[in-house]
């Protein structure tokens, strides 16, 4: 059974910092691209960054770049976002997502996490 489990939101002040965690399991996701996505009440389902489990290039939206770093740790099959410098614009529920191939569209995503809850107060 493939999961894909969040954790890491929470309630924080504008510029402040969040760390964001994807632990995966139950399949090899050695060749596939993981992305981080957020939604916020009311807007679409938006890419935020994204990055190869076997390394190389990571991408990232604009309204991010810069602010947000993703990275992963092989060993714990995890992903990570930090996110700095957070705005109440990055107010959604992010989620973490496994793809075959790097897209930026949410439907060439094969698996799905429940997603976390940020909320940045200004």
């Known amino acids: 059974q493939v999961q894909l489990v969040e954790s890491g939101g929470g309630l924080v002040q504008a510029g402040a910092s969040l760390r964001l965690s994807c632990a995966a399991s139950?399949?090899?996701?050695?060749?596939?691209?993981m992305g981080w996505f957020r939604q916020a009440p009311g807007k679409a389902r938006e890419f935020v960054a994204g990055?190869?489990?076997?390394?190389?290039?990571?991408a990232y939206a604009a309204s991010v770049k810069g602010r947000f770093t993703i990275s992963r740790d092989n060993a714990e099959n995890t992903v990570y976002l930090q996110m700095n410098s957070l705005k109440p614009e990055d107010t959604a529920v992010y989620y973490c997502?496994?793809?075959?191939?790097?897209?930026?569209?949410?439907?060439?995503?094969?698996?799905w996490g429940q997603g976390t809850q940020v909320t940045v107060s200004s």
């Open positions: 997502a496994a793809s075959r191939e790097f897209a930026p569209a949410p439907g060439k995503y094969d698996y």
């Open positions: 139950g399949r090899t996701f050695s060749s596939y691209f």
């Open positions: 990055t190869r489990w076997s390394g190389g290039s990571t």
